[in-house]
């Protein structure tokens, strides 16, 4: 099963609303990111949260980790037309080499 | 301009035939990582390769052959063992082979089964 897994699997708002989703996870991490993946393109790193990091700010962006509830949150504020796209977290555990673990996303619509 | 491609953008597989993916990156990158993706489905890593001339299997490993002979391309080969190729395949690449660097990811290359 997936280590990480975004809630919710869809979310529709208009544009100027913020917008948030959630990602909880099993296994204690290194760290965990987000990226943002447009229609059929490939995916493009947001921003990278450290486990002993609770929240990081980039822009429009906010991220928040509680490692005691395993789960993370992206904010995004003021969304955009543009913002319309899917989410992943991705998680690496820690200790020596690993694999980052995606989560399967969370679609994201922005309606003009 | 730096960045990884992937060509082709589309590919079409006949049945019992092989297909190589190209992946090329010029971001002096050591690792490089091949994902699958399924519709409404997240990434599923195939293979990854931290080091030239070196590589491990990913979850989804059986089907698919990779190679490493040069530090800018890594590509991958989907056999005609591989049953359900049809999928976004989606190569990444990092600085190094730690714990959650950072991937930059390519355009990505559409696979479809005739």
């Known amino acids: 099963s997936q280590q990480g897994e975004e809630d919710p699997q869809a979310l529709s708002i208009q544009e100027g609303e913020n917008a948030t989703m959630n990602c909880s996870y099993k296994?204690?991490?290194?760290?965990l990111q987000w990226y943002r993946q447009n229609s059929g393109r490939g995916l493009v790193h947001l921003i990278l949260i450290r486990s002993n990091e609770r929240e990081k700010h980039s822009g429009r962006l906010r991220v928040t980790l509680d490692t005691s509830k395993k789960s993370s949150s992206l904010l995004i504020t003021a969304s955009r037309a543009a913002d319309t796209a899917s989410y992943f977290c991705?998680?690496?555990?820690?200790?020596?080499?690993?694999?980052?673990?995606f989560g399967t996303g969370t679609k994201l619509q922005v309606i003009p | 301009d730096g960045g990884i491609t992937q060509s082709p953008k589309y590919l079409f597989r006949k049945e019992g035939q092989n297909v190589t993916l190209s992946c090329e990156q010029n971001?002096?990158?050591?690792?490089m990582y091949w994902y699958r993706q399924d519709p409404g489905q997240g990434l599923r890593l195939i293979y990854y390769?931290?080091?030239?001339?070196?590589?491990q299997k990913g979850d989804i490993a059986e089907g698919y052959s990779v190679s490493r002979e040069k530090k800018e391309s890594f590509p991958l080969t989907v056999t005609s063992a591989q049953k359900n190729p049809t999928a976004f395949y989606l190569c990444?690449?990092?600085?190094?082979?730690?714990?959650?660097?950072?991937?930059?990811f390519g355009p990505g290359t559409r696979l479809l089964v005739l």
């Open positions: 390769s931290q080091i030239v001339n070196d590589f």
């Open positions: 990444a690449s990092s600085i190094v082979g730690r714990a959650g660097e950072t991937q930059y």
């Open positions: 296994t204690s991490i290194n760290n």
């Open positions: 991705a998680t690496a555990l820690r200790g020596g080499y690993q694999k980052v673990t």
């Open positions: 971001l002096n990158h050591d690792a």
